[in-house]
């Protein structure tokens, strides 16, 4: 550290002098890329100018910067400190400072970005490159010479430039996987320079990751391979875990895995209950692996994806020359196929009601007789069926038997909707992820926040399999690596910006001209709000809120049907996604 001289201070008392204290005020040395002030350029000796009369005059404090433009009246600027002049400053000297701090931060940068060991890209307002690093030499094979003071796009796709990108729009990006060819893979970081709230340039930082990508690649071939290997392995021998399939750590998960395990040691039939696409069929594979043997045949039939003519003949069999076109040698039936194991019954609700009276029969008697057949067959296995109807209401309708519900609803299990354990979203989504970039040879490593908080702001009515569905389309759509919003479906980004319920029920009122009524239970205005003496009026919340949920209803109800009954027509000429629609229904109950 410089000092100035030291000030002595005499500290007395009375005549006597008692003690000395010597401070010493430090100087501070001044960092030589910076611009110096202005009592550091001064020049003391005033008779060198013949007239400083017709100087401009600054003050000692006066920053460089602020003095600079008064050289243009004048290459000599009088210096005051309170009022009395003590020297002046020439514009010589200051161009020879300027200069060699100039240098200096030259110097400084051209070694720090030497240093940084990336790719580092400058390109100027022109969009023409001011700046090339020999690491960038090293990872595009292109020379300083041959690049500098040249259009980038040049040398380059303009769609793959990041640099071009930032400063047309201005935006900052950080470590973000791009291709700046086809045959390069890099990570970026992107800045633009601005300078006096203006973008003069922008500058991109680069390191390339060509060989991760490629290794990576090739991991995910090998993976791919292994994980085949290890499918044909499980074939043959069953997974030990039952619950493999089923991801998820949430507690009504956990709920639905412990009622699993106490039926696992009956041979009661089970009723299994959820929405479509929670993954019914899981969990009854999974209650089969548990309580029978590695080799027990798990016999699934969906009951309506199967034509009420040939439902019978595929449940129960049938017998040589039952009918017309039927196989010579007969065929065995799903319930025979099934036996010493499990016979899984989805879409039980599906099933024709004639047939509903001999699948209880098998429930009860354990035997039935094959289309055709004149020899009853025993039935010798466990019966498990699902379905995402409500079985009460169909038979309050008679639309299923109230003796056969009883008979498969022994033990329920009901699988939660997606909506109720979003928590397991993550775990699903990873799974998902990795099984889908082996499948579509992607490198796609986590899903980004943004794109998290849509899956999780969103209900999910198709449950699992619309998220398996969803993760797939990602993949099959990022191609550099990238995880975007805009790669979701249309029911995901219309929560981005969503619209608001304000405008939601504008348009209701607009679109198609119908004369709603309310309902004969709703209460009418008079008796919502009654003015009292003074004037005001006292509403009831909840009543009010009544009225205009059953306005809400007849209205969008004759809408409707003005649009044929077509929710997609409707939602188009409200200016509403389906999504808000569906949201909107089902909250007033249509």
């Not at 030291?6 to 010493?24: D, E, H, Y």
């Not at 990041?162 to 729009?169: A, F, N, V």
């Not at 249309?490 to 679109?511: F, G, K, M, Y």
């Not at 005001?536 to 009543?543: D, H, I, T």
């Amino acid at each position: 550290m410089v000092y100035s001289c030291p000030t002595i201070r005499i500290a007395s008392n009375g005549t006597q002098v008692s003690f000395l204290i010597i401070m010493l005020e430090p100087e501070v040395k001044r960092m030589k890329h910076l611009l110096p002030d202005v009592m550091s350029l001064l020049r003391t000796d005033l008779s060198r100018l013949k007239d400083c009369s017709h100087l401009p005059v600054i003050s000692s404090t006066t920053a460089l910067p602020e003095a600079i433009p008064y050289f243009s009246e004048s290459p000599h600027l009088l210096v005051q400190d309170e009022g009395s002049p003590v020297g002046y400053i020439e514009v010589t000297d200051v161009l020879q400072h300027m200069l060699q701090a100039h240098r200096l931060i030259e110097a400084y940068f051209e070694t720090t970005i030497e240093t940084a060991g990336t790719a580092l890209t400058l390109i100027n307002e022109e969009a023409q490159v001011a700046y090339w690093t020999t690491d960038a030499e090293r990872v595009f094979s292109i020379n300083k010479e041959d690049i500098i003071g040249q259009p980038a796009a040049d040398f380059f796709p303009p769609d793959r430039l990041q640099s071009l990108k930032t400063l047309y729009t201005g935006d900052t990006v950080y470590r973000k996987q791009h291709q700046p060819r086809p045959d390069l893979f890099a990570l970026i970081n992107a800045r633009p320079v601005v300078l006096d709230g203006r973008i003069v340039g922008a500058v991109a930082a680069e390191v390339d990751i060509t060989t991760e990508i490629r290794l990576h690649q090739e991991l995910l071939h090998m993976t791919s391979k292994v994980q085949h290997l290890e499918k044909a392995v499980a074939r043959l021998r069953p997974d030990s875990d039952p619950f493999a399939g089923i991801k998820g750590s949430s507690p009504v998960i956990k709920q639905c895995l412990e009622t699993i395990r106490k039926i696992s040691s009956t041979s009661a039939t089970v009723l299994i209950l959820g929405e479509s696409g929670t993954g019914k069929e899981l969990f009854a594979k999974a209650i089969h692996d548990l309580r029978e043997s590695p080799s027990a045949p798990f016999i699934a039939i969906n009951c309506g994806a199967i034509p009420a003519s040939l439902f019978e003949s595929e449940l129960f069999g049938y017998e040589k020359g039952a009918f017309s076109g039927a196989d010579p040698k007969g065929k065995k039936g799903k319930i025979e196929l099934a036996e010493g194991g499990t016979l899984f019954l989805d879409e039980i609700g599906e099933m024709p009601l004639e047939l509903q009276v001999k699948l209880l029969r098998v429930l009860q008697e354990k035997s039935y007789f094959p289309v055709g057949g004149t020899r009853m067959k025993q039935a010798n296995c466990r019966i498990i069926a699902a379905t995402n109807q409500n079985l009460m209401n169909m038979i309050a309708k008679n639309q299923f038997r109230e003796d056969l519900y009883y008979r498969l609803n022994v033990i329920n299990l009901i699988i939660p909707p997606l909506r109720m354990r979003k928590e397991d979203i993550y775990e699903l989504t990873q799974t998902f992820l990795q099984e889908f970039s082996l499948l579509y040879n992607r490198h796609i490593e986590l899903l980004p926040p943004e794109v998290f908080k849509l899956l999780f702001s969103y209900e999910w009515p198709g449950n699992v399999r619309e998220l398996r569905n969803v993760i797939e389309r990602i993949t099959i759509l990022t191609t550099d690596g990238e995880v975007k919003a805009e790669y979701l479906p249309e029911s995901l980004t219309s929560l981005i910006q969503p619209r608001s319920s304000t405008a939601d029920e504008n348009a209701l009122l607009h679109v198609i001209p119908v004369q709603p009524t309310l309902s004969s239970t709703s209460e009418s205005p008079d008796t919502i709000a009654k003015g009292n003496e003074s004037g005001s009026f006292e509403v009831s919340p909840l009543s009010y809120q009544e009225m205009l949920d059953s306005y809400e209803a007849n209205l969008l109800h004759q809408c409707l049907i003005s649009a044929g009954g077509n929710k997609r027509t409707l939602a188009r000429q409200l200016g509403i996604s389906r999504a808000t629609l569906y949201n909107r229904m089902k909250r007033l109950g249509l």
